[in-house]
T-cell receptor, first 112, second 115 residues
Framework: SQQGEEDPQALSIQEGENATMNCSYK?????LQWYRQNSGRGLVHLIL???NEREKHSGRLRVTLDTSKKSSSLLITASRAADTASYFC????????????WGAGTKLIIKP | DTGVSQNPRHKITKRGQNVTFRCDPI?????LYWYRQTLGQGPEFLTY????????KSRLLSDRFSAERPKGSFSTLEIQRTEQGDSAMYLC?????????????FGNGTRLTVT
């Protein structure tokens, strides 16, 4: 079963607006990663946040982690048409050193 | 860094046939993963190699699936006696290490359609 659940399932905004996606998970984690996937392509790593970190930035991306609520959010500021993609969170699996467990993703559409 | 390469990009096969996919990871990456993804879902872990050793395999993985990484470089994933439920995108990823805390570099996948 999938550990992460992204919310919302789909999000459509105007170019230039900010986009916020959320991820909830079930068990304790060591780290959480966010990935982007363009249609028909592989996933691209965006950012990794460790369990002892609360916030991390990378360019127009801001990720927060609240381990008490078992949730994370990904904020994309000043969105661009090229940000149109699906966004996934992934966490380490509770019974594996190697597996990542993924949510079903948020499909983001940026309208020009 | 030429990225992770997967071949073929698309494969259409009839039910009952065997198929084999190839993955060439980033050259200095000793860790290689296979994932499967169906439409509207996140990737599902299949198996993991560290160098040539297959260290982990999903309990959900049927005996019809087998993977190899004979010299610790490229890897192949074979599906025997394909079923329609095997239709999916098969993704390969590699990383330098650090277990589940290392970012994965994905290829563009092989899309399998079983008719």
């Amino acid at each position: 079963s999938q550990q992460g659940e992204e919310d919302p399932q789909a999000l459509s905004i105007q170019e230039g607006e900010n986009a916020t996606m959320n991820c909830s998970y079930k068990t304790s984690i060591n780290n959480l990663q966010w990935y982007r996937q363009n249609s028909g392509r592989g996933l691209v790593h965006l950012i990794l946040i460790r369990s002892n970190e609360r916030e991390k930035h990378s360019g127009r991306l801001r990720v927060t982690l609240d381990t008490s609520k078992k949730s994370s959010s990904l904020l994309i500021t000043a969105s661009r048409a090229a940000d149109t993609a699906s966004y996934f969170c992934a966490t380490d699996a509770p019974d594996s050193n190697y597996q990542l467990i993924w949510g079903a993703g948020t499909k983001l559409i940026i309208k020009p | 860094d030429t990225g992770v390469s997967q071949n073929p990009r698309h494969k259409i096969t009839k039910r009952g046939q065997n198929v084999t996919f190839r993955c060439d990871p980033i050259s200095e990456h000793n860790r290689l993963y296979w994932y499967r993804q169906t439409l509207g879902q996140g990737p599902e872990f299949l198996t993991y190699f560290q160098n040539e050793a297959q260290l982990e395999k999903s309990r959900l993985l049927s005996d019809r699936f087998s993977a190899e990484r004979p010299k610790g470089s490229f890897s192949t994933l074979e599906i025997q006696r394909t079923e329609q439920g095997d239709s999916a995108m098969y993704l390969c990823a590699s990383s330098t290490g650090g277990g589940a805390g290392s970012p994965l570099h994905f290829g563009n996948g092989t899309r399998l359609t079983v008719t």
